[in-house]
T-cell receptor
Framework: EAGVTQSPTHLIKTRGQQATLRCSPI?????VYWYQQALGLGLQFLLW???????NRGNFPPRFSGRQFPNYSSELNVNALELEDSALYLC????????????FGPGTRLLVL | GENVEQHPSTLSVQEGDSAVIKCTYS??????FPWYKQELGKRPQLIID?????GEKKDQRIAVTLNKTAKHFSLHITETQPEDSAVYFC?????????????FGRGTSLIVHP
C-alpha cells in the first residue's frame, strides 16, 4: 500500500508569487492535514480537510488556503509569498472515523527568494 | 488552546546509554499522545503512542509514560544506537468530539555517539 505522497519535492518562488502544493493521502484515508515546519519551530498546524470540507485552520493568514478533491487528495495554495514562508510543508493523512494516527508525506521544500 | 513544551531541545548520549525526552501539555482534556521520529531529510514517522487511559506503553527499546495529574509524558529509549539519531517530536491531541488536531512540541535533536 502506498504511503502519503506530495509534489513537488522542491519549489522555488520569488516574493509575491503564488505556490501550489499537492498531497495524495493513503488509500481509504479521508482526512488531510497540512503543517508548516520552519527551522526550529516544530510543526505548525495550517489546515485540516475531511470529506471535502475545511474543518479547521491554524493561526495563519488567509493567503494560506486549500481544498480537498472528491478523491480526497488535497492542494495547499499560498498567495503573495513572503520570505518567511520558506519552510518544509508537510501533509498528513488520517483514516475514517475515530482513527487517531496521522501518517506524514515526505514534504515539499518551499524556498521564497 | 493546547500548548506543548518539550525538553531538552538537544540531547547527546553515548551508544548504549538511555535517553529520556519530556513533554508537558496544558489541556487536561487531551487524550492521545503520539511520538514521531524524523530523520534528516525524511518524513516524521510514528514510533509509539499512548492514550490517556494507559500509564505506560513499551515497544522493544522504546517506552512512553504518561502522568495525567501532572500533565506530562516522556519518551524513554534504552540501549541507544547511532541509528536512533534523529529529531523526536511529541504531540498532544483531543480525539473526542471530532477534533483530531495534534499540537506538537518543538522537537528534540537526539545525537547518539558511537
Amino acid at each position: 500500500e502506498a504511503g502519503v505522497t506530495q509534489s513537488p519535492t522542491h519549489l522555488i518562488k520569488t516574493r509575491g508569487q503564488q505556490a501550489t502544493l499537492r498531497c495524495s493521502p493513503i488509500s481509504g484515508h479521508t482526512s488531510v492535514y497540512w503543517y508548516q515546519q520552519a527551522l526550529g519551530l516544530g510543526l505548525q498546524f495550517l489546515l485540516w480537510y475531511d470529506e471535502g470540507e475545511e474543518r479547521n485552520r491554524g493561526n495563519f493568514p488567509p493567503r494560506f488556503s486549500g481544498r480537498q478533491f472528491p478523491n480526497y487528495s488535497s492542494e495547499l495554495n499560498v498567495n503573495a509569498l513572503e520570505l518567511e514562508d520558506s519552510a518544509l510543508y508537510l501533509c498528513a493523512s488520517r483514516g475514517r472515523g475515530k482513527s487517531e494516527t496521522q501518517y506524514f508525506g515526505p514534504g515539499t521544500r518551499l524556498l521564497v527568494l | 488552546g493546547e500548548n506543548v513544551e518539550q525538553h531538552p531541545s538537544t540531547l547527546s548520549v553515548q551508544e548504549g546509554d538511555s535517553a529520556v525526552i519530556k513533554c508537558t501539555y496544558s489541556d487536561s482534556a487531551s487524550n492521545y499522545f503520539p511520538w514521531y521520529k524524523q530523520e534528516l531529510g525524511k518524513r516524521p514517522q510514528l514510533i509509539i503512542d499512548i492514550r490517556s487511559n494507559v500509564g505506560e506503553k513499551k515497544d522493544q527499546r522504546i517506552a512512553v509514560t504518561l502522568n495525567k495529574t501532572a500533565k506530562h509524558f516522556s519518551l524513554h529509549i534504552t540501549e541507544t544506537q547511532p541509528e536512533d539519531s534523529a529529531v523526536y517530536f511529541c504531540a498532544a491531541s483531543l480525539t473526542s468530539g471530532g477534533s483530531y488536531i495534534p499540537t506538537f512540541g518543538r522537537g528534540t535533536s537526539l545525537i547518539v555517539h558511537p
